[in-house]
């Protein structure tokens, strides 16, 4: 199983990009997808997942500014970030907990990562 992700770059204030992130190879199901990040010096944090039934859960920072979606028939997740801030700047990493065969447990994985940087 492989999560490629997509859609970083450079964009100024108040300006919007959209990541992607699929997955491919063995897949029986996929349970939660979502987007993490991690600026320079700090940790890893969550920014938003989505489950298989559409519930979504998000950041205190990025409520309202960012939406985060799937296409499960494409096992692919996206994140719309809308009104970046230069705050938003860090590497995008997706992850997603997939269930390779029926007799398998879940595991994750995670893409490569994707740098959005937000400055003027």
């Known amino acids: 199983v492989q999560l490629q992700a997509s859609g970083g770059g450079l964009v100024q204030p108040g300006g919007s990009l959209k990541l992607s992130c699929a997955a491919s190879?063995?897949?029986?199901?996929?349970?939660?997808m979502g987007w993490y990040r991690q600026a320079p010096g700090k940790q890893r944090e969550l920014v938003a997942v989505?489950?298989?039934?559409?519930?979504?859960n998000y950041a205190e920072s990025v409520k309202g500014r960012f939406t985060i979606s799937r296409d499960n028939a494409k096992n692919t997740v996206y994140l719309q970030m809308n009104g970046l801030k230069p705050e938003d700047t860090a590497v995008y990493y997706c992850?997603?907990?997939?269930?390779?065969?029926?007799?398998?447990?879940?595991?994750?994985?995670w893409g490569q990562g994707t740098l959005v940087t937000v400055s003027s």
């Open positions: 190879g063995s897949i029986f199901s996929i349970n939660v």
């Open positions: 989505i489950i298989t039934g559409g519930t979504t």
């Open positions: 992850n997603a907990r997939i269930v390779g065969r029926w007799y398998e447990t879940a595991r994750d994985y």
